[in-house]
């Protein structure tokens, strides 16, 4: 789900990702037709090979592709450029770090608190637990260059990430964490607009009732419950981009 803020920084271009090199050049090739659609694309092990990457790292290009609707992922077959008919009805989980840095900008985390507490009753169903059992929560506030832009409110159910509170996330982001955790995610997510509260607005540096925008995002792995995060932006900073391909 990209996000852009509204002004211009005049940083240089941090360099991109290493899977966000495999994407560009693969949805360039793409784009130049390259491979026509159902024509069957390089192997993982091909484009390990030529990007000397990992193969987590082509897994999570390619499967990011596919959520995009560019590609289709056949087990045991291969890749193939997608059939154009095909119509891209998702948003992709993305590392909103790498966003930031992609755009030449600077990331900050700040972690207000990181622990575990007891699932209340109106969480614990949501994560698969019982009430009362152990969740790791913590609250995380994302800066671009030294303006607020997020705040993420997140439970994790320990028995998909037991050391989570281990991690460092000033270092790296849950997301980005959980991500090369937890293999073979799926989605749900609810967006809305909302007036901030007291505590939104001091951390988001907004006046308080400010609109944001919240994105209310269920993550599940192989059918357990992973996560479930509240991410609140100021509505004056934030922007969600989609793309429709008919």
């Not at 507490?117 to 260059?145: K, N, S």
Request: aromatic share 6%; hydrophobic share 40%.
């Amino acid at each position: 789900m990209p996000a852009a803020p509204s002004r211009n920084a005049a940083a240089p271009r941090a360099a991109a990702a290493p899977y966000v090199r495999v994407k560009q050049f693969i949805r360039s090739r793409l784009q130049q037709g390259r491979w026509p659609p159902g024509a069957l694309m390089p192997s993982e092990a091909e484009l390990v090979a030529q990007f000397g990457v990992s193969r987590m790292t082509v897994n999570r290009a390619l499967r990011e592709l596919q959520s995009e609707g560019l590609v289709e992922r056949v087990q045991g077959v291969g890749t193939f450029a997608a059939r154009v008919q095909r119509v891209l009805s998702t948003l992709t989980i993305r590392d909103l770090q790498e966003e930031i840095e992609a755009r030449g900008h600077r990331h900050r985390a700040v972690v207000q608190f990181k622990r575990s507490e007891p699932a209340p009753a109106t969480l614990a169903p949501q994560l698969a637990l019982a009430v009362g059992a152990t969740v790791f929560h913590t609250l995380i506030v994302h800066h671009e260059d030294g303006v607020p832009l997020q705040l993420e409110d997140r439970y994790v159910n320990p028995a998909a990430a037991p050391d989570y509170l281990q991690v460092d996330f000033e270092q790296t982001t849950p997301t980005r964490y959980l991500l090369e955790r937890v293999p073979d995610w799926e989605a749900h997510y609810t967006l809305q607009a909302s007036a901030a509260s007291a505590r939104e607005a001091r951390l988001l540096g907004i006046a308080g009732g400010d609109c944001c925008l919240v994105v209310v995002r269920h993550t599940a792995s192989r059918g357990l419950p992973v996560t479930l995060a509240r991410l609140v932006h100021p509505g004056s900073r934030y922007q969600l981009h989609g793309r429709f391909r008919p």
